[in-house]
Structure formats: C-alpha cells, structure tokens
C-alpha cells in the first residue's frame, strides 16, 4: 500500500489497541543511563535531564508515497498514526512547554539518518531519539511489536521527572489527540 497522505486519516477505519498491560510496569521507575543519538546532532541520556520530559514513542513514521513497511500496516492496531502524533506534539510544542516540559522528544527504533530527514520534513521544534539498538526499549522493557523483522515500540508517551517516570499514556488512541492529553495532564500535575 501506498501512502499518499499521512495525516489524513478516518480512525474510524483504523483498529485502536488495546491495553495489553505492556506499560503497566513503567510508572515510578527510573530512566536507566541510556545515551541515544537525537536528529540535533547531539546525544540525549534521559536520565540526566533535570525537570520535567515528555517522551512520546512511536513505532515508525512514514514518508509520503513510500510504500508501507508491510501491506496490512494499516490493520495492525496501534501501527498507523506515528507522523499524525508526530505533528501535534509539533504543533502543541509552545504549549508544553508552557505548561512545565523542560524538553519533549519523540523515540523510535528507526535510525537517525531516516529520522533526521523526517524532522527536517516536519519542520520539528523538538529532537527525536534513535533507539535503533533497543537499548532504551529492552531496559525499560518498553512494549514492542513485531512487524517484517523489526522490533518497533508501541505508541506510548512517558512523563519523566528529574529521571524517575511519572505517569505514562498507553495505549494511545487516536495518535493525533496524543499530544493534547499529554498537554491536559501537565495543566492538572503542575511541577
């Protein structure tokens, strides 16, 4: 299948995941000493960041009239709406940081070479991390599936403060209205 159009999309069509218990684990742990390469030229560790970072994860973001990783991309639940999410963090960006988000940062298992040229293309305020060895992913043990032999993260969005994970979005469903719960809960849990 080809994606013509990566932003407009009928959720209605698009099957939502369901709460698998994959994050269940996540709130209250600390960040481990993790460094990822970011699409900024600079290497991020999460767990040194003083004050309040959202982290939003996706599995992988398209590039228009690419063809799909795989043909039925658009069944598996959780799987279609990364650039979607990608875009409202983008677009909501000002606001979290108004609301208290020291930084925000997407994360993927894709590498930084086609995550640089995707943040260029969205015209990105925030840099994307590249967790293309997993090694974020496999010490928090964060939820993954499996698609054409690649282990990508299912969407989820995490709250860090001062290095522990307070609160994690998951599943999340519709990915475009991601960055607005997110938004909602920094106004309800000021810092």
């Known amino acids: 299948m080809v994606q ?7 959720w209605s069509k698009i099957p ?10 996540l709130v209250g742990m600390r960040i481990p000493d993790v460094s990822l390469v970011a699409t900024d030229d600079t290497t991020v560790t999460l767990s040194a ?5 959202v ?6 973001t398209g590039e228009p009239g690419k063809i799909s990783l795989v043909d039925d991309w658009d069944m598996i639940p959780g799987a279609r709406g990364c650039t979607p999410q990608t875009c409202s963090f983008r677009d909501l960006f000002a606001d979290l940081k108004a609301a208290g988000a020291k930084h925000v940062f997407g994360l993927s298992t894709q590498s ?3 995550q ?3 943040a260029s293309r969205l015209h990105l305020p925030f840099p994307v991390l590249s967790d293309e060895k997993l090694a974020l992913t496999r010490a928090l043990n964060l939820p993954t599936m499996q698609v054409a032999g690649l282990t990508l993260i299912k969407r989820l969005a995490l709250i860090v403060d001062s290095g522990r994970i307070s609160h994690v979005f998951y599943p ?3 990915p475009d209205r991601n960055a607005g719960d997110v938004l909602a ?5 000021p810092v």
């Open 55 to 60: 982290v939003f994860a996706y599995p992988r």
């Open 49 to 53: 960041l003083a004050g309040r970072v």
């Open 4 to 10: 013509s159009n990566l932003l407009e999309v009928d």
């Open 116 to 118: 640089t040229e995707m």
């Open 112 to 114: 930084n070479v086609y």
């Open 185 to 189: 809960w920094l106004k309800q849990n």
């Open 16 to 25: 939502a995941p369901s709460d698998d218990g994959g994050a269940a684990h």
């Open 172 to 174: 999340v469903f519709p």
